[in-house]
């Protein structure tokens, strides 16, 4: 079983922490499809310290979400420390996690996210700091390195782990690629025997069967799901299953799609308000409907659309498209 200091982990599948996705609503979801860990969208440090509001929302989490792991990010000590203090103290995320993998330069060039990669010493440093600080098991995810010149991996691991650290989650590319190349997973194996600590694989695990074969071939703890995930909740069902079974169940019929998309609307709407959940809400709809017959003669619409019923009249019809399919 995969356990996180004292967090046990029902299975090895981790929804992957990402910006202006995994709030409440939709960690909510990917949870009912039987995720053993969600992780939160990064919360910014000084946003956190400062008490600005938006980022006081991002703290919300529903009791059904755990177990939880909320992150932080930031690149000053004092700030750091003081932001997760806040989130052990105030909220009942269940670990806190720091963000040594962002590579967007708005946040480098604050010394945060990826910026870390470059030197060991101040991730022991800042690590050890933070684990003093809180009671709930701290965890790092990071990128392997900040380029193929720079790929400390191995000694940034080594370094949470000395610090105090419970787990890393490494994503297999370096800040350079962004999110091109392929993941590398090889790295991912090499720290996997350089540590103690629970290791979650991250990077390209794009069916059940990679996430399989990413366990196999890196001998890593668990396996961290990102984008597969995207409007596409049954990935999360699909990999749990095969892992535990071996079988590989049926995708989801466009209907059973558009209704989990409805919900996950729904629960938006409830945790912001209508107006804004709804534009939020477009490029999740984009991403359920990938593959879906027809979806470009909504696209635009969809684009456009302010209000829940307008939205889900399109999502639904849709669903009515390949019900008449069926029925023809
Ligand atoms: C839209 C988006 C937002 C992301 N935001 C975060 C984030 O807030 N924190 C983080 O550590 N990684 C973030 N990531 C990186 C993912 O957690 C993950 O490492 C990356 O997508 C690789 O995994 P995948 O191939 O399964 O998508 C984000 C990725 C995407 C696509």
Same mark, same amino acid.
């Given at each position: 079983m995969l356990k996180i200091g004292d967090i046990?982990?029902?299975n090895q599948v981790v929804l992957a922490p990402m910006a202006g996705v995994c709030n409440s609503a939709f960690r909510l979801t990917v949870k009912e499809f039987g995720a053993g860990?969600?992780?939160?969208?990064?919360?910014s440090d000084k946003g956190i310290v400062l008490k600005n509001e938006k980022t006081m929302n991002m703290l919300y989490i529903d009791e059904c979400e755990k177990p939880l792991s909320l992150q932080i990010f930031g690149g000053e000590k004092k700030t750091l420390v003081e932001a997760a203090r806040f989130v052990d103290k105030n909220t009942n995320a269940d670990i806190i996690d720091i963000n040594m993998g962002c590579p967007v330069p708005k946040i480098t060039k604050c010394d945060a996210g990826a910026k870390w990669l470059l030197d060991p010493d101040k991730i022991y440093e800042m690590v050890s700091a933070v684990v003093e600080a809180v009671e709930k098991?701290?965890?790092?995810?990071? @990128?392997?390195?900040?380029?193929?010149?720079?790929?400390?991996?191995?000694?940034?691991?080594?370094?949470?782990?000395r610090a105090g650290g419970k787990a890393v989650a490494l994503h297999g590319r370096t800040r350079v690629q962004m999110y091109e190349g392929k993941a590398n997973w090889d790295i991912i194996r090499?720290?996997?025997?350089?540590?103690?600590?629970?290791?979650?694989?991250?990077?390209?695990?794009?069916t059940p069967q990679d996430a399989k074969r990413m366990l196999e071939e890196t001998g890593c703890d668990g396996v961290m799901i990102g984008r597969a995930a995207l409007g596409n909740p049954w990935m999360i069902y699909?990999?749990?299953?095969?892992?535990?079974?071996?079988k590989l169940m049926?995708?989801?019929?466009? @209907?059973?799609?558009?209704?989990?998309?409805?919900?996950?609307?729904?629960?938006?709407i409830a945790l912001k308000d209508e107006y804004i959940a709804v534009r939020e809400m477009r490029k999740h709809a984009a991403w359920y409907l990938k593959g879906v017959r027809g979806n470009a003669r909504v696209r635009n619409a969809i684009n456009e659309c302010n209000s829940r019923d307008e939205l889900v009249g399109l999502l639904n019809s849709l669903a009515e498209v390949e019900e008449e399919v069926i029925v023809g």
């Amino acid at each position: 079983m995969l356990k996180i200091g004292d967090i046990e982990i029902k299975n090895q599948v981790v929804l992957a922490p990402m910006a202006g996705v995994c709030n409440s609503a939709f960690r909510l979801t990917v949870k009912e499809f039987g995720a053993g860990l969600v992780c939160a969208e990064m919360v910014s440090d000084k946003g956190i310290v400062l008490k600005n509001e938006k980022t006081m929302n991002m703290l919300y989490i529903d009791e059904c979400e755990k177990p939880l792991s909320l992150q932080i990010f930031g690149g000053e000590k004092k700030t750091l420390v003081e932001a997760a203090r806040f989130v052990d103290k105030n909220t009942n995320a269940d670990i806190i996690d720091i963000n040594m993998g962002c590579p967007v330069p708005k946040i480098t060039k604050c010394d945060a996210g990826a910026k870390w990669l470059l030197d060991p010493d101040k991730i022991y440093e800042m690590v050890s700091a933070v684990v003093e600080a809180v009671e709930k098991p701290v965890t790092v995810k990071m @990128r392997m390195g900040w380029d193929d010149d720079h790929i400390f991996a191995v000694k940034n691991a080594q370094a949470v782990e000395r610090a105090g650290g419970k787990a890393v989650a490494l994503h297999g590319r370096t800040r350079v690629q962004m999110y091109e190349g392929k993941a590398n997973w090889d790295i991912i194996r090499e720290v996997k025997q350089s540590i103690n600590i629970p290791l979650i694989g991250n990077g390209d695990v794009q069916t059940p069967q990679d996430a399989k074969r990413m366990l196999e071939e890196t001998g890593c703890d668990g396996v961290m799901i990102g984008r597969a995930a995207l409007g596409n909740p049954w990935m999360i069902y699909r990999t749990v299953q095969y892992l535990e079974t071996g079988k590989l169940m049926d995708e989801p019929t466009v @209907r059973e799609k558009m209704d989990v998309c409805i919900l996950h609307l729904d629960r938006l709407i409830a945790l912001k308000d209508e107006y804004i959940a709804v534009r939020e809400m477009r490029k999740h709809a984009a991403w359920y409907l990938k593959g879906v017959r027809g979806n470009a003669r909504v696209r635009n619409a969809i684009n456009e659309c302010n209000s829940r019923d307008e939205l889900v009249g399109l999502l639904n019809s849709l669903a009515e498209v390949e019900e008449e399919v069926i029925v023809g």
